[in-house]
């Protein structure tokens, strides 16, 4: 774990106390080879999870082929003509440039440059021609819902150089990430543990500066992991966690919000109890998008009961029972949402329903 040491020339917080080791071998996350109702479980009881042989999200052609080999992808993208530009972070200020698809690559390609794009658009873009749009189909709900819904899924590509930290910070939603070229090491928390425990999240704090982060606190912590993806592997965290990620190896993924049946009552808990950063009125209610995710659920798992067997194995519907038991039902803030929240306690009831039958 000598990485740890190396990184601190660009992180001088990122020292673990002494006798340590022992600890992060305990917290390392360990790719685990991809099965889907392993992964529906993990979902369910909001687990981070890394599988080491999930399908590679890259686009194929008619022949059933992928359109292009993950290490000919810097390649390729370097030769896209597309004029639109996107934000790009640039050095370890930060500093804020939009740059062309082509204009990325070359920068990227360029020895010591520190740099960095996580929302870059895939579906509807010229990216969609090198990945996989729907590689999460059919069990995530989002790409079918409404318009609102529909906006949060952000699907997009990840470029980054060696050297880049992306701060800690909170998605609001379960992310996954799959590495086509490159490393990146990320240290993963539970939100509110981590925050209780002075460990700072640039989306849940005021923040003029980097977040605080203290690496004994981070030992400390029941919720905490860290985990290396490499090439060929993917990493699917709740959303329930914030997350600090360093770039090991000039690093090209792909990553994507998702929500299932599985997850669908966490989602809406959380937002419904913390407020979401996707809340359009900030002295709204909290989680104004949840009623809308809730009654679309609702309704797809009335669809997929209809289906047989196989398919509704395909959404996850065997984990609904998973994720009824993880949810501590007589917890004052689920009690209350139950009460305020009839879209909540709807959703509740027709998954409770569903286990029964799966």
Known sequence: MSFFHSLRRIDRNLQFPEGSGQRLQDLELKPFPFNKSHLFECIARQQPVLYSDFPRPLARGSDGGHVCAPDQLAAQLARCTAPDTYRVRLGTGDEKRHLTIAEILQRWRQSGVVMG??????????????????????????????DEIRELEMLTAVFSTAGKLTDSHSDDMAVCNHCCVGSKLWLAWETYEGLDAGLEDVERVDLNAKARFDPEAFLSLKSACWFIVQPGETIFLPGKFTHRVYTLENYIGVGSFYVGFSNLLHTARRWMTHGSLWDPVADGPKGQHADKLLEFGSAELMKVLQADQEKQRDFGTDAISVALDHINWSDPDVMGIVKARTSFARAAEALRKAGKKT
């Open 117 to 146: 794009v996580t929302d870059l658009p895939v579906r509807n873009g010229p990216l969609a021609e090198y990945f996989d749009v729907d590689f999460l189909k059919p069990w995530n709900l989002m790409p079918n819902a409404s």
